[in-house]
């Protein structure tokens, strides 16, 4: 066996080992294979068929579901960031990463968590003007603000990460580095370092501001308009039609929120690191496997046509 060492960015690459899920027995492997694989494959058919659906029905152009478009490919894009891989270590006990591959994972990962807070946001604001301004509604959201909206939205979020990633490049690591987790996050990168950690602890903290935070913040500001013009509508159904436009969005935002937290607490509370890797599994999964379920079964007019599609492609096989 060679000797292990760490070596500083001019070096030669290291070699990344992912250990898994830490604790877990190998006999476990291949159950755990199935669980992932099951999610995914929801994940890919539910949103696939929302954007199809929403795609094909034009009742259905409208911005709310221009940013649920945006919402499920970025569901698809984020899952298969880490989840092919991760099916990969379980089944066939693949824990090899090149450093180039982990980088970019890493950079991946976080840019979609961002997009997706910053899409969460704009659906918000979308919110707001169609409850807080309906008159206004159709000047302020036409299809060029959308496109304006959801672009400044993605193009911020692959930003972000950028200096992160650059640091993390930078950092010295053994030439066989081993990663205490299922993907490459990035503080599990950190930990697998034999530098100093002070400055990357200290930019992830504040980009895990800026991503979770703020466009919390900022959802909330809305909803708070939302509710304080809600409770003035005299008529109960007027209420009750406002509170239903923004109950899907709620529940995503809230299923969001609580997957961040689940996987802040499980990596600030004194908890063997199996907890960690399992709570940012958690959350790496859990939304985008939940958003197309809470679409389709609480909005009519998603359901109707996914159903619509589902039909005329069942109609046209031979």
């Given at each position: ?10 070096d ?49 152009h ?37 450093f180039p ?86 503080f ?41 013009s ?30 961040i ?44 046509a ?10 046209a096989?031979?």
């Amino acid at each position: 066996m060679g000797v292990l060492t760490c070596n500083g960015s001019g070096d030669s690459s290291p070699v990344f080992y992912l250990v898994g899920i830490p604790s877990l027995p190998e006999s476990f492997f291949l159950p755990v294979f199935f669980v992932f694989l099951l999610f995914y494959l929801l994940i890919l058919m539910g949103n696939a068929l929302i954007l199809v659906a929403v795609g094909a029905e034009p009742s259905l152009h409208k911005p709310m579901y221009f940013f649920l478009m945006n919402l499920s490919a970025l569901d698809i894009l984020f899952t298969t960031t880490t989840v092919p891989k991760m099916l990969s270590l379980f089944l066939w006990r693949d824990h090899f990463l090149s450093f180039p591959a982990c980088l970019l994972q890493m950079y991946l990962f976080q840019s979609f968590t961002c997009v997706e807070a910053f899409i969460l946001v704009v659906m918000a604001y979308d919110r707001y003007v169609a409850i807080c301004r309906p008159l206004h509604y159709p000047v302020h959201m036409t299809p060029q603000t959308n496109a304006a909206l959801a672009a400044s939205a993605w193009l911020t979020a692959l930003l972000l990460p950028v200096p992160a990633v650059v640091q993390t490049s930078h950092m010295a690591y053994n030439s066989m580095a081993y990663i205490h987790h299922c993907f490459c996050d990035h503080f599990a990168l950190v930990q697998a370092s034999c530098s100093d950690t002070s400055a990357q602890t200290l930019m992830g903290f504040c980009i895990a501001m800026v991503v979770s935070f703020l466009p919390l913040l900022l959802v909330l500001l809305s909803y708070a308009h939302i509710l304080a013009s809600v409770l003035r509508i005299r008529s109960r159904e007027g209420r009750s039609k406002a509170f239903s436009t923004c109950s899907s969005h709620l529940l995503v935002v809230g299923t969001y929120y609580s997957s961040i937290a689940v996987a802040y607490v499980t990596y600030r509370a004194d908890l063997p690191l199996g907890f960690h890797v399992l709570g940012n599994v958690a959350y790496a999964i859990l939304t985008p496997v939940l958003n197309p379920l809470i679409y389709t079964l609480r909005n009519k007019d998603v359901k109707a046509a996914i159903a619509r599609t589902v039909y005329l492609k069942t109609e046209a096989m031979p």
